[in-house]
């Protein structure tokens, strides 16, 4: 069942009227620009007191921005509703009301699952003091929230409700939309939940308008991240301390000789929050006294805050360690994002370098088109070389892939790693992570790109 809401007067008038004022506001200063053009100086002022970024829609009315609950899927996490929930913040929804469910991502106890989700539905209620939430189901997650709603007293505590590539609507009282692959033709299954398409239509079918704002857009406040560093797939906490580095862009090197931010996370893995430069880079390094492997992160620039930041790790002792060849004489990454590789058709391009050496496509046609991590490092069936065959056990993994690269590493890590890729559909806009060359004997090495471009991420 599906029910469009009505769009809500006041709030559209309002947003009218601002958007003619700063329509005005660009066509005055065009003007001036315009006539200005012959002076040097006028220009550098101009030019400075540009604006970095945009201020978010005004706030939404609460009894329009119900909070939302968010469920993902299999090998999922929070990490699937991060790009949208920047959407939905910059439209004006209050961050806060913005909730996820985070679950074993490898289990398969549903009823366990949607036990889970009453509490976290329950808690919501209270903390907001309402009596409905919307309901947002991600593939395995929309099996979740099915058997949630199948409990009619508990489905009188959804208003609406979105699934997403998974278990059809539901029968019931409760209005739902089902935005699939189909409705999305080339988009792929998790992409489907981080596209701004699949925005679009959540928000107008949640809010009762269309959002004036689907792209990713930097923020004039400053950027705040916080979250989680949880052990994949299962989501239980990293219990760790978490090092912020600053670096260098084009090298993935420390730029200080002290941290950013530092904290020591407990067994939830919570995080934050930690102020960052908007666009700038960073390293995010886990490590604890029971190893001697130090986990480090390199995410995308950070451009609007985040509440659902995910740094996934596991155990020194973990399948992903245990599984990885390693050695003092070459580096093993895992690169990701949440919008699989696509290695057919409109492919992406994924290249990997070594201080500017000749680089080598690892987006090959076994990789697939539901690859979400990708595993890169030396077989040891043949050490040295790169083959750019399936490497054992990562190539058997749900929505992961292993492909057989060897990148020479340094003791001190005194080479860089650059990792360029030409996304699908903008291949115009190259997005680039360069990282040291760690050894991979007592170093694990995260790549994490965006499911949308970034600007000026090189």
Known sequence: MIDAAHGHPRTSTKRSVLAVALALLA????????SDSGDASSEETAESSAPTGTDDLPPLPDDVALPIVFVHGFA????????????????????????????????????????????????????????????????????????????PAQAENVAKYVAIDGRPCPEGPVPCLAPTQAMFPGQTHVEVATSKGSFAAQYEFLVGEAPEVVDIVPQNDPVEISGRAVNFPANTGREATLDVWAIDPDTGARTEDEPHASEELGSDGEFGPIELENGAHYEYALSSDASEIVHHLYLQPYVRSSNFVRLLSSEP????????????DHSALVITRMREWHSEGDADVLQLSVDGGEPVDVITDFVGNDGIGLHVHDDVATPGETTLAALPYFSEQPFQSGIDVFLPASPDADSTITATNLPRGDTGRPQTLAVPNWPSSGHTVSLVFTDWPVDGAA
Do not use: K, W
């Open 27 to 34: 066509l005055l200063t065009a003007c001036s620009s315009d």
């Open 76 to 151: 999922g996490s929070a990490q699937q509703i991060e790009s949208n929930a920047m959407r939905f913040v910059a439209n004006g929804y209050p961050e806060d009301r913005i909730v996820a469910y985070d679950h074993d991502g490898a289990g398969v106890d549903i009823e366990g699952y949607a036990a889970g989700l009453t509490e976290v539905i329950d808690e919501t209620l209270a903390e907001f003091d309402v009596e409905q939430v919307y309901l947002i189901g991600h593939s395995r997650g929309t099996a979740v929230s099915n058997l949630y709603l199948s409990d």
């Open 317 to 328: 002792d973990g399948p992903v360690r245990t599984n990885t060849n390693t050695g003092d």
